[in-house]
């Protein structure tokens, strides 16, 4: 079965900028997840959504949201780019906490 | 509040010889483990998880890890690497108020030839 896919795979953003990712879960998960990967922060939680809902969120500022469809493909958007968004943006899909799929990634750069 | 902790930065094996990635975590009650590997540049790919039941967990690749609840370890270990196993491992275990990943730093695998 398909595995979770993330687009697009590379971004270049120039800071006050705003930007969209998206991601597609496997086929029957409704839980998708987001995270944030920095080599000075690792691997931090963004936020979760579940049956179009936001579930639960991380500690990041206002400037991050996202939402999910009704056929669970989830965006998250970062206004208001600042240098230290640059990151790789992770999106796992999953039924329930036994296990998480995560996509490729986003490569953020902003300049 | 729950953490993990993954104490080698950098481990450094021949190609061959025995790997061992140290684990330790906080939590009360048992919780929900798990190894997943990245490439450079790539997402993250189950290795194995351990919620219950066997201590002794297999996994895809060859890998295993053993659940320690007296020392709150979950250490991988894999008998002979192999210079394809050069990536960043990170142990994870879900967190008991929001069901998410709590990631330790990672280690980072090279493989000597």
């Known amino acids: 079965k398909a595995g979770v896919t993330q687009t697009p795979r590379y971004l270049i953003k120039t800071r006050g900028q705003q930007v969209t990712l998206s991601c597609s879960p496997i086929?029957?998960?409704?839980?998708v997840s987001w995270y944030q990967q920095t080599p000075g922060q690792g691997l931090q939680f963004l936020f979760e959504?579940?049956?179009?809902?936001?579930?639960n969120k991380g500690n990041f500022p206002g400037r991050f949201s996202g939402r999910q469809f009704s056929n669970s493909r989830s965006e998250m958007n970062v206004s208001t780019l600042e240098l230290g968004d640059s990151a790789l943006y992770l999106c796992?899909?999953?039924?329930?906490?036994?296990?998480?799929?995560f996509g490729s990634g986003t490569r953020l750069t902003v300049v | 509040a729950q953490s993990v902790t993954q104490p080698d930065i950098h481990i450094t094996v021949s190609e061959g010889a025995s790997l061992e990635l140290r684990c330790n975590y906080s939590?009360?009650?048992?919780?929900?483990l798990f190894w997943y590997v990245q490439s450079p540049g790539q997402g993250l790919q189950l290795l194995l998880k351990?919620?219950?039941?066997d201590t002794l967990v297999q996994g895809i690749k060859g890998f295993e890890a053993e659940f320690k609840r007296s020392q709150s370890s979950f250490n991988l270990r894999k008998p002979s690497v192999h210079w394809s196993d050069a990536a960043e491992y990170f142990c994870a275990v879900v967190s008991d108020s929001n069901y998410q990943l709590i990631w330790g730093a990672g280690t980072k695998l090279i493989i000597k030839p």
């Open positions: 796992a899909s999953s039924v329930d906490a036994s296990g998480y799929t």
């Open positions: 959504y579940f049956s179009e809902t936001q579930r």
């Open positions: 086929s029957g998960h409704r839980s």
């Open positions: 351990y919620f219950s039941g």
């Open positions: 939590y009360g009650a048992t919780p929900y």
